[in-house]
């Protein structure tokens, strides 16, 4: 195989893409994990969307190891019930990219598709830091939490957005000109969710800057209480879910 041919690419870093690659890894396949940002975890570390169903982790495999190991850390576990677990962003993070170095998982991140093209093997033209980037693959798989390569290729209109953050000190149930979701007292803050429906699909970028800074300033301004963890891109709510929240 060429340098730019692999035998899988997965689009996406999010937990189900890491199980995914780990999989193709032991079958002895040359894979390739690729994605927007430079760090892995998907959802979970973009968005800060670290609230699960205890259900999800219930895999056998590897979805378990990651939760025995974010554990184990300091802090790896904010909130707990009988139904839900919040885990800290920055512990799955690490978790993450110990189990890409246990399974030599190959990475390219800090790249964005530009065009997926079928064929008896489909090419995927990302751009990046070096420019323009061709690859090809037997197969092509997007996991990304957001489905972003099918969204891409179906053109589609509008979505729903959930923005995470980590606030200082607590925030009253209402906030007013927003739509929370949900409120947890966690040992490093409250960890807030605000929802925001039907943006165009060619405007989530601009309408969650835009909502996040109106966020953080209303926030502060009317309770003294700064933002203490920023997601980098809002929560992209999907028909195609990969997790039980």
Not at 7 to 12: A, E, M, N
Not at 89 to 116: G, N
Not at 185 to 205: D, F, R, W
Request: contains cysteine.
């Amino acid at each position: 195989m060429q340098q730019n041919e692999f035998d899988t690419i997965i689009w996406g870093a999010s937990l189900q893409g890491i199980k995914m690659a780990a999989a193709h890894r032991a079958g002895d396949k040359k894979v390739l994990l690729a994605g927007k940002f430079g760090f892995p975890g998907g959802k979970a570390t973009e968005s800060l969307a670290t609230l699960y169903n205890h259900n999800y982790f219930n895999d056998g495999g590897l979805l378990q190891e990651l939760l025995s190991r974010t554990e184990s850390l300091p802090f790896g576990i904010l909130f707990l019930n009988q139904e839900m677990i919040l885990l800290h962003p920055e512990a799955i993070k690490r978790v993450c990219w110990e189990l890409l170095s246990q399974y030599q998982v190959d990475t390219l991140f800090h790249v964005t598709p530009m065009e997926v093209i079928p064929g008896e093997t489909t090419k995927l033209v990302l751009f990046g830091r070096e420019g323009v980037i061709r690859l090809q693959a037997g197969l092509l798989v997007d996991m990304s939490d957001d489905r972003f390569l099918d969204r891409m290729q179906t053109g589609s209109k509008a979505v729903d957005l959930v923005i995470n953050s980590f606030f200082t000190d607590p925030l009253p149930p209402g906030l007013k000109g927003f739509h929370p979701i949900r409120m947890l007292e966690t040992p490093i803050g409250q960890y807030v969710s605000i929802s925001k429906k039907n943006v165009p699909a060619h405007l989530i970028e601009q309408a969650f800057n835009l909502e996040l800074d109106q966020l953080s300033g209303a926030c502060w301004k009317n309770h003294r209480s700064r933002i203490r963890m920023v997601p980098v891109y809002p929560e992209i709510k999907t028909d195609k879910q990969t997790d039980s929240r």
